[in-house]
C-alpha cells in the first residue's frame, strides 16, 4: 500500500505526463530495447517505429497516476494489460528490469530540479505496486490456464496443419498440437500468442482466434502488411508440417451469452474475431446483424462461408459495404450512419462488438452512440496497442 505522501506526489506529476508523457515513454523504450535485447521479441518493433506503442503506454502510465487513489477505476485497462502479457508470456523477472528502465527515463527527461530523490521514490514504490498486482494477476492466470482440460503453461509446439487463401491479402493458419493431445477451449473473441524464429531472430505476436476449435486445431487469419516482417513470413514462408510455438489463448474482448439482439461489425482483416462470435452466437437462436466493410471485393475474406451461414440461418442478416466499386456489396464508400440507421433493427437495445482499423473504430463508435446504441453496450477491442477512440 502507497503512503499518503507517496501517492500525493504521484499525482502531482500528472501534468508533467499530460504534457511530456510520450516523450518520457519513448526514451524509456529506447533505454529499455538498446540495453535489454533479450526483451525485444515481447514488442512489436512496427508499433515502436509507428509510435502506437509508446502512445499507448503514456497513456497507460497517466491513467495510473491520475486514479491511483482509487485503483478500482482501472479495472478495464488492467485485465487488457493483464491478457496482453499472458498472451505474449511475460514472467515476473521481466518487471524489475522495467521498472529500472523507467525510472531512469523520469530522471533523465525531467531533469534533477523535478526528478527529485522523493519524486523518485514515490514513483518507484508506485511502480511496485503496480508491478505487483500484475504479477499476481498473471501468476493465476498462468496457473489456471495450464491446470484447465487441454491448457498447458509457455510455449507449446504445434505443427501447421492446413493453410487457406481467403483473400488476396488474408491467409488462414490451421495450427494442431505436436503431441496430438487435447487443446484449450477459448470464448469467441479471443487471440493466442505465437513465437516463431525469423531470421535468427525472436518475434512474438498476438493473432484473433478467427473460428472456434474444432478437432483440436486453432485457427488464424492473418492479413499480409506492408513491411510487417511476421505477417510476410507467414503468408511466403510458413509451410503445412512447420512447427511453431504458440501460447494458450488469452483475451478479454469475448462474446457474452445474452437475448438481444447481437451486431457485429467489422473493418477489414478486423473481422477474424468476430467470425468466432458468429459461430458461437448462432446456436442461441438470437438475431444476428453482421456488417462488414473491406476496401474492394478482391481483399474481403470470407464472405462466402458467412453467406451460406446466413442461407441457413434466418436469423442472420449480413451487409457488406466496401470502399471501391467493382463488386457485389450492399453499399459504396465508407460504412456511415445512415447506412448502420438502414441496417441495424430499428430497437437500438442491442449488444454492438466492432473493431477494424482505429479510424473506423472511432467513427462506428461515434455512430452507434447517435443511432442511441448504449454505451454500455457497444465493445470493442484494438489490434495491437491500444488507443482513445
Given at each position: 500500500?502507497?503512503?499518503?505522501?507517496?501517492?500525493?506526489?504521484?499525482?502531482?506529476?500528472?501534468?508533467?505526463?499530460?504534457?511530456?508523457?510520450?516523450?518520457?515513454?519513448?526514451?524509456?523504450?529506447?533505454?529499455?530495447?538498446?540495453?535489454?535485447?533479450?526483451?525485444?521479441?515481447?514488442?512489436?518493433?512496427?508499433?515502436?517505429?509507428?509510435?502506437?506503442?509508446?502512445r499507448?503506454?503514456?497513456?497507460?502510465?497517466?491513467?495510473?497516476?491520475?486514479?491511483?487513489?482509487?485503483?478500482?477505476?482501472l479495472?478495464?485497462?488492467?485485465?487488457?494489460?493483464?491478457?496482453?502479457?499472458?498472451?505474449?508470456?511475460?514472467?515476473?523477472?521481466?518487471?524489475?528490469?522495467?521498472?529500472?528502465?523507467?525510472?531512469?527515463?523520469?530522471?533523465?527527461?525531467l531533469?534533477?530540479?523535478?526528478?527529485?530523490?522523493?519524486?523518485?521514490?514515490?514513483?518507484?514504490?508506485?511502480?511496485?505496486?503496480?508491478?505487483?498486482?500484475?504479477?499476481?494477476?498473471?501468476?493465476?492466470?498462468?496457473?489456471?490456464?495450464?491446470?484447465?482440460?487441454?491448457?498447458?503453461?509457455?510455449?507449446?509446439?504445434?505443427?501447421?496443419?492446413?493453410?487457406?487463401?481467403?483473400?488476396?491479402?488474408?491467409?488462414?493458419?490451421?495450427?494442431?498440437?505436436?503431441?496430438?493431445?487435447?487443446?484449450?477451449?477459448?470464448?469467441?473473441?479471443?487471440?493466442?500468442?505465437?513465437?516463431?524464429?525469423?531470421?535468427?531472430?525472436?518475434?512474438?505476436?498476438?493473432?484473433?482466434?478467427?473460428?472456434?476449435?474444432?478437432?483440436?486445431?486453432?485457427?488464424?487469419?492473418?492479413?499480409?502488411?506492408?513491411?510487417?516482417?511476421?505477417?510476410?513470413?507467414?503468408?511466403?514462408?510458413?509451410?503445412?508440417?512447420?512447427?511453431?510455438?504458440?501460447?494458450?489463448?488469452?483475451?478479454?474482448?469475448?462474446?457474452?451469452?445474452?437475448?438481444?439482439?447481437?451486431?457485429?461489425?467489422?473493418?477489414?482483416?478486423?473481422?477474424?474475431?468476430?467470425?468466432?462470435?458468429l459461430?458461437?452466437?448462432?446456436?442461441?437462436?438470437?438475431a444476428?446483424?453482421?456488417?462488414?466493410?473491406?476496401?474492394?471485393?478482391a481483399?474481403?475474406?470470407?464472405?462466402?462461408?458467412?453467406?451460406?451461414?446466413?442461407?441457413?440461418?434466418?436469423?442472420?442478416?449480413?451487409?457488406?459495404?466496401?470502399?471501391?466499386?467493382?463488386?457485389q456489396?450492399?453499399?459504396?464508400?465508407?460504412?456511415?450512419?445512415?447506412?448502420?440507421?438502414?441496417?441495424?433493427?430499428?430497437?437500438?437495445?442491442?449488444?454492438?462488438?466492432?473493431?477494424?482499423?482505429?479510424?473506423?473504430m472511432?467513427?462506428?463508435?461515434?455512430?452507434?452512440?447517435?443511432?442511441?446504441v448504449?454505451?454500455?453496450?457497444?465493445?470493442?477491442?484494438?489490434?495491437?496497442?491500444?488507443?482513445?477512440?
Amino acid at each position: 500500500m502507497l503512503s499518503a505522501q507517496d501517492r500525493a506526489i504521484v499525482k502531482s506529476t500528472v501534468p508533467l505526463l499530460e504534457s511530456g508523457g510520450e516523450a518520457l515513454i519513448t526514451h524509456f523504450y529506447r533505454t529499455l530495447l538498446d540495453e535489454n535485447p533479450g526483451v525485444r521479441p515481447l514488442f512489436n518493433q512496427a508499433n515502436q517505429a509507428s509510435g502506437d506503442q509508446p502512445r499507448a503506454l503514456a497513456n497507460g502510465v497517466l491513467m495510473y497516476a491520475r486514479h491511483i487513489d482509487e485503483l478500482d477505476q482501472l479495472g478495464g485497462l488492467l485485465a487488457r494489460i493483464i491478457n496482453k502479457h499472458v498472451a505474449l508470456q511475460i514472467q515476473a523477472e521481466h518487471y524489475p528490469i522495467v521498472g529500472a528502465c523507467l525510472l531512469r527515463a523520469i530522471e533523465t527527461v525531467l531533469g534533477s530540479e523535478i526528478a527529485t530523490p522523493q519524486v523518485l521514490s514515490a514513483w518507484g514504490n508506485a511502480y511496485q505496486q503496480l508491478a505487483d498486482i500484475l504479477i499476481a494477476a498473471e501468476a493465476e492466470v498462468y496457473q489456471q490456464k495450464a491446470e484447465a482440460p487441454g491448457g498447458w503453461r509457455g510455449g507449446r509446439d504445434f505443427r501447421l496443419a492446413a493453410r487457406v487463401q481467403e483473400s488476396e491479402e488474408i491467409v488462414s493458419f490451421y495450427f494442431e498440437p505436436v503431441d496430438g493431445q487435447a487443446i484449450l477451449e477459448f470464448s469467441a473473441g479471443q487471440y493466442i500468442g505465437i513465437k516463431l524464429m525469423i531470421d535468427g531472430e525472436e518475434h512474438r505476436r498476438n493473432y484473433s482466434l478467427s473460428a472456434l476449435a474444432k478437432a483440436a486445431r486453432y485457427r488464424i487469419s492473418v492479413k499480409r502488411e506492408a513491411g510487417g516482417k511476421v505477417s510476410n513470413f507467414l503468408h511466403d514462408h510458413l509451410q503445412v508440417g512447420d512447427q511453431v510455438q504458440l501460447f494458450p489463448p488469452a483475451g478479454e474482448f469475448v462474446l457474452h451469452a445474452g437475448s438481444k439482439p447481437l451486431v457485429l461489425i467489422s473493418g477489414g482483416v478486423g473481422i477474424t474475431p468476430t467470425l468466432a462470435m458468429l459461430e458461437a452466437a448462432l446456436p442461441s437462436g438470437r438475431a444476428i446483424y453482421f456488417v462488414h466493410s473491406a476496401r474492394n471485393a478482391a481483399v474481403q475474406g470470407f464472405r462466402a462461408w458467412v453467406d451460406n451461414l446466413a442461407s441457413r440461418h434466418p436469423q442472420l442478416k449480413a451487409f457488406y459495404c466496401h470502399a471501391e466499386s467493382g463488386g457485389q456489396a450492399d453499399a459504396i464508400g465508407l460504412l456511415d450512419k445512415a447506412l448502420l440507421a438502414q441496417w441495424l433493427p430499428s430497437d437500438r437495445d442491442v449488444d454492438a462488438y466492432f473493431l477494424g482499423p482505429k479510424g473506423f473504430m472511432k467513427a462506428v463508435k461515434g455512430h452507434l452512440k447517435a443511432l442511441g446504441v448504449p454505451d454500455g453496450q457497444a465493445h470493442f477491442e484494438f489490434f495491437g496497442p491500444a488507443a482513445e477512440l
